[in-house]
């Protein structure tokens, strides 16, 4: 016959008085001499004490004696549930739980040329908008409330950096830092569930309908001479601006008028880094080429004599001479070669040079649309150290070079291209923004209803198109 374990028997005096100078109970008096009145009950605090599922002897004072009884049950019960809490690993600060819950999120890359873009957009607002708010705090003190008047200073309409959609994503990096530490057992609850973030107001559908092929072709006469190929093909193929310039020559089928599509550039804080897979899975992916574009790089691949079609590796270094697109000829410094003249190479592209270039180009083509809005920024004082709000105003163009690729999907639906091709052609894992943006700002529905009713007036020519034919109800 087993005997069980018998459970270890609960002290009878818990929870127990703290003595105190001022009480005049009997134990107090006894641990505390004194001329006090002596009284029957214990004025004091009450000492509560359990024995976490560890087998830690723990401890909490509570001001009265009702509090700590309800204090031990509420602790027992959790107990029985497995729901239990310990309060210690809820008193790190967000910081700290950051450098433990980020590597989760990398797999354990800390390397950032290895990260991904949407990781890289995370890590920029952890460091520009939550640490600088959040980053002291301690996990068991983050506040709803807090979060709420957080997340309504950053939309710009209320003065802040960002707009409501770049709020939102801002936003989904704190959730899941707090609901991960929920499941964590570090935190009860996650304070920021039921924060309300700002609406994305639609944007009106001329504003989202691509730029028109006249239109780039307006843009790409304005723009350097050196960059005319990079536009064309851009608008050709539906790349994104890192894939193209990230494009080798090793990944040119000129024979089967294919571009393969198999590493990025990317800058992570400023510093140009190759990338071995795209955006996402989607987008590594083959994309034709059509016969302009197969015959501006067969134009390219004649004029640059130092160009190498060699396969290389992103450890072997950014090589260069194997880029199909990039700056303008630079020299190295400190090189003493060519008379002192210095090593010319080829200069990867820059997001942000290209931008200043494409700004002033979509500005002397007179295709340009600007907003400008007034946003708050946190601005480091030098001499100080310490941070100040200032308002700056900051500019959104339309179009961007990104446009190019709403401009190339618009085309292909009105060549009659399948939904489902398109989205394998651009490199999407989801066809709603091809259904939405491309297809839809696209269509120009008010000209086909306004052809279908002049069609046959006196004086009004026709165009050429696809009848409306009136479809009997069920």
């Known amino acids: 016959m087993v005997r069980k374990k018998a459970a270890p028997a609960r002290p009878a005096n818990n929870p127990r008085p703290n003595p105190s100078m001022k009480c005049g109970c009997p134990v107090c008096l006894k641990r505390h001499l004194g001329d006090r009145p002596p009284t029957e009950e214990h004025t004091g605090s009450w000492e509560a004490r359990y024995t976490d599922p560890s087998g830690k002897d723990r401890s909490k004072t509570k001001p009265t004696y009702d509090e700590a009884i309800e204090f031990l049950e509420e602790t027992r019960t959790a107990m029985r549930q497995r729901t239990w809490i310990d309060p210690a690993r809820g008193e790190i600060t967000l910081a700290t739980w950051w450098t433990l819950w980020w590597p989760t999120q990398t797999k354990g890359e800390l390397r950032i040329e290895y990260w991904t873009q949407s990781q890289l957009r995370d890590e920029g607002m952890w460091r520009n908008h939550i640490a600088p708010t959040f980053g002291s705090v301690k996990l068991f003190e983050m506040a709803w409330r807090e979060t709420q008047l957080w997340t309504n200073a950053l939309h710009d309409e209320n003065g802040g950096p960002l ?52 239109q780039l072709w307006l843009i790409r006469h304005k723009l350097p001479e050196h960059f005319h190929n990079l536009l064309i093909v851009a608008q050709e193929t539906g790349l994104r601006f890192q894939e193209l310039a990230g494009l080798r020559w090793c990944n040119v089928d000129f024979e089967g008028r294919r571009i393969h599509v198999r590493e990025v550039l990317v800058e992570p804080r400023g510093k140009i880094k190759r990338k071995t897979y795209p955006k996402s899975d989607a987008g590594l992916r083959t994309v034709p080429m059509t016969g302009l574009a197969a015959r501006v790089l067969r134009e390219l691949w004649a004029g640059e004599p130092g160009a190498s079609c060699a396969v290389s590796e992103p450890k072997d270094g950014l090589c260069e001479d194997e880029l199909v697109f990039h700056g303008r000829n630079k020299v190295r410094r400190g090189s003493k070669v060519n008379g002192g003249e210095g090593e010319p190479y080829r200069a990867p592209l820059r997001r942000s040079a290209f931008w200043r270039l494409w700004t002033k180009a979509i500005g002397d083509a007179g295709v340009a649309r600007e907003t400008v809005r007034t946003v708050t920024v946190q601005k480091r004082d030098e001499e100080t150290g310490r941070t100040r709000a200032e308002k700056v105003e900051r500019t959104d163009w339309w179009p961007d070079f990104h446009d190019t690729r709403h401009a190339f999907a618009s085309r292909l639906h009105a060549r009659g291209v399948p939904e489902v091709i398109t989205q394998e052609i651009l490199g999407h894992e989801r066809a709603g923004e091809v259904t939405w943006i491309y297809t839809h700002a696209a269509a120009d529905y008010a000209g086909q209803v306004l052809a279908a009713l002049e069609d046959g007036k006196p004086g009004v020519e026709r165009k050429p198109g696809r009848r409306l034919r009136a479809v009997p109800a069920a």
């Open 163 to 214: 707009a409501a959609s770049s709020v939102t994503k801002c936003f989904q990096v704190l959730d899941r830092m707090l609901e991960d530490a929920k499941r964590d057992r570090r935190i009860p609850f996650n304070p920021a569930e039921g924060v309300k973030l700002p609406p994305i107001k639609k944007k009106h559908p001329e504003d989202r309908r691509p730029p028109s092929y006249a």
